[in-house]
């Protein structure tokens, strides 16, 4: 009878220089996170134009950049703000913990109220900026665009007080212009119309399968536009979304991606996060570290106020005319924007950087936000210039454009504070 041979087991021999070749290339299968409204948002991205925010893939523009725009202007927008960072902080030291960390006074802050405030290091320098919601007396929920969830708890010590990371379990939408409170209230938001500006209340939201639910609404955005931000549980997001879109199809809602916010912000005078300034923790060089006043925030300070980080290096800087620069809005002649250009004094001194700019078809004018070192900007606000590269006939061509110091907003929207709100 014939024996079986034990076949002898075939060795696979891997070349170093194809396993060194998949390595390089392996960062095209690294996988963005995916929000809780991500179906929706794929089935829409026509261009699929997509960045990275906090690790989440989110849209430059969905469909086009420009209607984008104007939908926000004109109708109402839907945009995801779900990858935007949030905290919840609770506890009985909740007030007296937020007071101590952040710029603005949170014993004014009641509940079912928002304010916009900002955080900085022991050296009175900006860690961040974002918002603040007071959802009960001891609950607050906290936004922002980076993450200091180690900062936080280290500043938590001695404070009976939790502080959680609930970005991914709580989804975020914002709905922006002048229809969104009628998509609102036609999607069934009962005393919607009771919100003003920086107000919140829960609302009923039945769409998860487990029952009902609750949406936080607050009259809030990122616009300078009429708007609402709502924030859900993120197994109710999808029910959400098809409950606003179903509810707003007759008044031309419109889902956008960050373009056109960016857009609508900058008309708004609006700063962000390591583009109109450098957060402290991100700064490698020392010049860039920018204090409250620097920025246009110093109207969150209360020398009144007890202590809080940074409080003693904010107010000496201001003591002894340390401030070394200043944050402006600047209407630049001509219509090419000047985004990241060079300003100069008299053409020939460079004073600073435009950080953003854009035309504005609302202003009707030639808009920037720009960094500028002191006296420049401030007290010498005269004979600027920008530098602009602008692409003519396939060559860049230099121009000069002269520019001054103008207030912000460079628009102001009545619709936005209306009370109550228009019904359009």
Known sequence: MAQATKKKPVETVI????????????HFRTLRLGTPFQPRIDALGLKQDWYSW???????????????????RSQAALFDISPMTKYRIEGPDAEAYLDRVTLRDVTKLKPGRVHYTAWCDDEGFVLDDGTLFRLSPTRFRLCSQERHLPWLLDSAIGYEVSVEEETEVVAGLALQGPTSFAVLRDAGF??????????????????????????????????????????????????????????GELRGIRAIGYTALNRARLEAG???ANGDFTAAEHAVRTDRLRMPDEIGLGF???????????????????????????????????????????????????????????????AKRNIALASLQRPYGDTIVDDLWVEIYAMRELQYQKL????????????KLDRRTADPPADS
């Open 15 to 26: 070349d170093p220089a194809l396993e060194a070749r998949a390595a390089a290339q392996s």
């Open 54 to 72: 906090a690790g989440y893939r989110a849209p430059h523009s969905l469909w086009d950049e420009e209607l984008e725009y104007f939908a926000i």
């Open 190 to 247: 009962a005393g919607v119309e009771r919100l003003k500006l920086f107000d919140l209340a829960e609302f009923a939201h039945d769409g998860a399968p487990q029952g009902t639910g609750k949406v936080t609404i607050s009259r809030t955005g990122f616009t300078g536009d009429l708007g609402y931000e709502l924030f859900v549980p993120a197994d109710k997001a999808l029910s959400l979304w098809d409950r606003l879109m179903a509810a």
């Open 270 to 272: 609006l700063i962000v």
């Open 300 to 362: 969150m300070i209360d020398p009144d106020k007890g202590h809080f980080n940074g409080r003693r290096a904010i107010l000496e800087a201001r003591a002894k005319k340390r401030l070394r620069h200043v944050l402006v809005g600047l209407e630049i002649e001509g219509n090419i924007p000047a985004e990241h250009a060079i300003v100069y004094y008299k053409k020939g001194q460079e004073v600073g950087l435009v950080s953003a700019a854009m035309w504005s078809p609302m």
């Open 400 to 411: 000069m454009k002269k520019a001054k110091v103008v207030q912000r907003p460079f628009i």
